[in-house]
């Protein structure tokens, strides 16, 4: 089993930045990718970004050259270094990670406010 926490969610005005970290725990034997996925009040949870072991990285369209996402594989742990930030990306960020033989584990969520 593994769990996952967020933490760095908050209330910014447009244009401003925020960071998102997540740290997975418990037992893992190995990480396949670390993501973070978001879902807007009435909509469906969708990609936001995602980071293999190797270092390769994904992006949706809306977010590519706003949003960065890294990975520190010794702590298990991934960020969302989120620039230029828009209030249609508000939502609830959260964290995924497919681990050993790909199974999913989500982490609890954080609320992310972008304020015109």
């Known amino acids: 089993q593994a769990q996952l926490v967020e933490f760095g969610g908050g209330l910014v005005q447009a244009g401003g930045s925020l960071r998102l970290s997540c740290a997975a725990s418990g037992s893992i034997f190995s990480i396949n990718y670390m993501g973070w996925y978001r879902q807007a009040p009435g909509k469906q949870r969708e990609l936001v970004a995602t980071?293999?072991?190797?270092?390769?990285?994904r992006y949706s369209d809306s977010v590519k050259g706003r949003f960065t996402i890294s990975s520190d594989n010794a702590k298990k742990t991934v960020y969302l270094q989120m620039n230029s930030l828009k209030p249609e990306d508000t939502a609830v960020y959260y964290c995924?990670?497919?681990?050993?033989?790909?199974?999913?584990?989500w982490g609890q969520g954080t609320q992310v406010t972008v304020s015109e």
């Open positions: 995924a990670a497919n681990i050993g033989l790909g199974n999913v584990y």
């Open positions: 980071v293999t072991s190797g270092g390769s990285t």
